[in-house]
Structure formats: structure tokens, C-alpha cells
């Protein structure tokens, strides 16, 4: 019955993780002297501005502002969501497998088990937010506020813009 519940639990927490992935591409926007001046989801690129969402709300920027722009999340959020789904994870795994086995086994609390899953699926989830850390191609496009180099590599954004927007 525990082993029933338990697969249960994690095909549901996989469920619910793929719905929270991202649909959009982050990006962040830094000015000619590397200052960052925005951050947010990729909308669109015009022949002079890029279009960014933060919070409900469109900013457009125009590309003579432009340094370079960085796409996706810094490097600390994959290893925090990962840590953060895996302590939840392992917290509940945790409770469930603790109840009553009905054996002479020796048995342990639910405190102790929330606790150790809790541990364990911390651990184990920064350790796979730091693999996808590394694997995760990260891209930075160069603009310096050119308007004649932008329309080459504006491309590149076009091309990881979802088609979903």
C-alpha cells in the first residue's frame, strides 16, 4: 500500500513540475556600460526595440540603449526550484512511508521521516537543479547599440521565441 502511494505521490509531483516549467524565454537586458536595465519573458524584437514582460507589463527597449542581452535565468534558480521541489518531495515521501507496516520492524516516527525526507530530497533536488544548471545552453547576444548588426542578430531571438505567445 505505501509503495502504491509513494509512486503515486511522485508521478503526480512530476505532473505538476512540468506544468510549471516555463513557456516563455527569460531574458536580461544590459545596458552599453553592462548594467542591467531589464529583465523579463521575450514578447517580440522590432526592427529597433526589443519587447520584454515583467509582471503583467510590457517594456519596450530600444536597441541603441542595448549592450548585450543574456538569455535565461541566472544560474542560482534551477538549484533553488530543484531543492524546493525535492525537500517537498521527500517531506511527504517522508510522512507517507512512516505509517504502520504491521511488522515487527523497527518502526519510526513521522517526524523522523518527514525530516530525513526532508534532508534527502533537499540534497538530492539541488543536485539535479546543478546538472540542469550545467547543461542548460545559455546564450549572450552582443548588440552594443548597433542598429545595423541588430537585424542579423535579432534572428537568434526570433528563433527561441515560444510559439505559444
Do not use: Y
Request: include cysteine; proline fraction near 2%; charge should be positive.
Amino acid at each position: 500500500m505505501n509503495k502504491r502511494a509513494i509512486t503515486l505521490l511522485v508521478l503526480l509531483l512530476c505532473c505538476f513540475t512540468q506544468q510549471l516549467q516555463a513557456k516563455s524565454t527569460f531574458v536580461r537586458v544590459f545596458n552599453l556600460s553592462g548594467d542591467l536595465i531589464a529583465k523579463g519573458d521575450l514578447v517580440a524584437t522590432t526592427d529597433t526595440s526589443v519587447i520584454i514582460q515583467r509582471h503583467k507589463q510590457q517594456v519596450e527597449i530600444a536597441v541603441t540603449k542595448i549592450g548585450f542581452i543574456k538569455t535565461g535565468a541566472p544560474v542560482a534558480r534551477p538549484i533553488a526550484v530543484g531543492a524546493g521541489v525535492g525537500a517537498l518531495t521527500g517531506l511527504l515521501i517522508g510522512v507517507i512511508s512512516t505509517g504502520d507496516s504491521g511488522s515487527g520492524e523497527l518502526q519510526f516516527d513521522e517526524s523522523f521521516g518527514a525530516a530525513t525526507g526532508f534532508a534527502v530530497g533537499l540534497a538530492g533536488g539541488a543536485v539535479i537543479g546543478t546538472l540542469i544548471t550545467v547543461t542548460k545552453k545559455r546564450k549572450r547576444i552582443d548588440v552594443n547599440g548597433d542598429v545595423n548588426a541588430w537585424q542579423q542578430k535579432r534572428q537568434l531571438l526570433n528563433a527561441i521565441i515560444p510559439a505559444n505567445q
